[in-house]
């Protein structure tokens, strides 16, 4: 029997798309912006690194989101277990919209967090960085959530 190439490698670029995702909003909260703040405390090159920092990810982000959809989508259809997006019919699906639920709501902090936090003028810029990185940590929890979800349904019995 020919080893399934095809499915392996769509699901090795959902990893990696997922990885680079949550494994970059992890390493940006806990070592990079404490390791500026350390080197640089609250200075116009901290907010400088911070904010090159961030454009530069968000294009790492904003190809995960995308890579992350096709792969998904790829999955799903292999599966033969999904019945349609956001569908609760079983037990399998309802797990599965309840991550795409979460993966939406990752999608949606990361856009506000890079798009919309730093044009929103009544807010000082003390509070829009203590914004960024409130939104930066809830969206790791989300992230960590959904990885919880693709483990639990990679163990759960084929219907």
């Known amino acids: 029997m020919a080893a399934p190439f095809v499915p392996i490698i769509i699901t090795t670029l959902h990893n990696l798309f997922t990885a680079l995702w949550i494994g970059g909003m992890l390493t940006l909260a806990f070592a990079v912006f404490p390791s500026i703040m350390k080197v640089f405390g ?7 690194s911070i904010s090159t920092i961030k454009k530069r990810m968000s294009i790492f982000v904003y190809v995960s989101m ?3 959809i096709l792969t998904g989508l790829l999955m799903a259809k292999q599966s033969g277990q999904s019945t349609g997006f956001l569908t609760f019919g079983n037990p399998y699906t309802t797990i599965l919209s309840i991550k795409h639920i979460l993966y939406i709501l990752m999608i949606l902090l990361s856009i506000f967090r890079s798009l919309i936090i730093d044009k929103l003028d009544k807010l000082t810029p003390p509070v829009k960085e203590k914004l960024n990185m409130i939104i930066l940590i809830i ?15 990679s163990f759960m019995p084929t219907v």
Request: aromatic content about 8%.
């Open 42 to 48: 609250k200075s116009k090159e901290t907010k400088l």
């Open 66 to 68: 995308v890579g992350l």
């Open 139 to 153: 969206n790791i929890l989300v992230g960590i959530a959904v990885l919880f979800l693709s483990a639990y349904i």
